[in-house]
């Protein structure tokens, strides 16, 4: 049985069909039981209750043997995954596949990147084989910032080596069922990197509609952040990583994603083609 955490959002709704085509018995902890079933139909265990909770944590890890750590992002994120990897440790798990960020590290100025290098941290303190996977930019992110025909970035010149979420996911499945992945921390990029301007060209070109990058300094991204609603801790978060986009360091391309899954990552284009351009 394979427990998946994060299991209705983008990476990992992905990863349960993938696992439900490789017939896999899945399990999604879950809040919401009923909007879970519509997604996954009856083919998935759902375990209702919450990253907060250690009971219901405890009773989702109950015969499992492989885990899919993805916890929402927030100041409580560190908290949860400690609670659900030494919940790991009491339980029949004998493999974890942690989502993290490609800027993992606990110098950076950037919450996210702290809080996910401290899990890793307590993760391979704890035992448990375990693989961990670093995602730069995904490209469904331009589902929301692309929405008025504009991108509003301070991320400059600089590249960034996008990676479509099917590919993550796809990595995530192989490392979940597939042997040899145990201790490795895969750098899952998209095959090349490309500035701001180029994406907004390549959406273009997907939908015969304009959408342009339109650049701003990074007090800008906190500040429409925050007047959109964003807590004031992810808002500085967004602008700071822009920062690290416009200095080049997301712009690393490797070959992770076909070594592990046997074919290379989509190309921005053909995400705009098959995935944007259907919804804009």
């Known amino acids: 049985m394979i427990l998946v955490t994060g299991g209705t959002g983008r990476v990992g709704s992905r990863l349960v069909r993938l696992l439900l085509e490789a017939d896999e018995d899945v399990r999604v902890l879950c809040r919401d039981v009923e909007r879970a079933r519509a997604s996954f139909g009856e083919r ?6 919450d990253l907060g909770d250690a009971q219901s944590v405890r009773a989702a890890l109950d015969g499992v043997d492989r885990l899919f750590l993805l916890v929402p992002a927030g100041p409580q994120q560190l908290g949860q995954e400690r609670r659900v990897i030494r919940g790991a440790t009491h339980a029949d798990v004998r493999r974890v596949v942690k989502l993290s960020v490609l800027a993992a590290d606990e110098r950076s100025p950037v919450h996210l990147a702290r809080w996910h290098r401290m ?5 391979a303190g704890s035992g ?3 693989t961990i996977l670093r ?9 929301a910032m692309a929405a008025n025909g504009a991108i509003h970035t301070a991320a400059e010149n600089g590249k960034v080596a996008m990676i479509d979420v099917r590919d993550v996911a796809a990595v995530a499945a192989v490392a979940l069922t597939e042997d040899g992945h145990e201790a490795k921390t ?26 342009k990058h339109v650049r701003v300094p990074p007090e800008a991204v906190t ?40 074919r290379e990552p989509r190309r921005l284009d053909a995400f705009a083609k098959e995935e944007f351009a259907a919804r804009a």
Do not use: K
């Open 128 to 130: 448990l084989a375990h």
């Open 135 to 143: 995602p730069p930019f995904f490209m469904q992110n331009f589902f």
């Open 44 to 49: 998935v265990e759902l375990a209702q209750g």
């Open 223 to 262: 500040r429409a952040m925050i007047e959109a609603g964003a807590p004031d801790w992810y808002a500085r978060d967004m602008a700071a990583l822009h920062r690290l986009f416009a200095a080049g360091l997301e712009a690393v391309t490797t070959d992770d994603v076909t070594s592990v899954t046997g």
């Open 119 to 123: 899990a890793e941290q307590e993760l």
């Open 186 to 211: 895969y750098t899952i990029t998209g095959p090349q990197a490309v500035t701001f301007d180029e994406a907004a060209r390549q959406l273009s070109a997907a939908t015969g509609r304009a959408t």
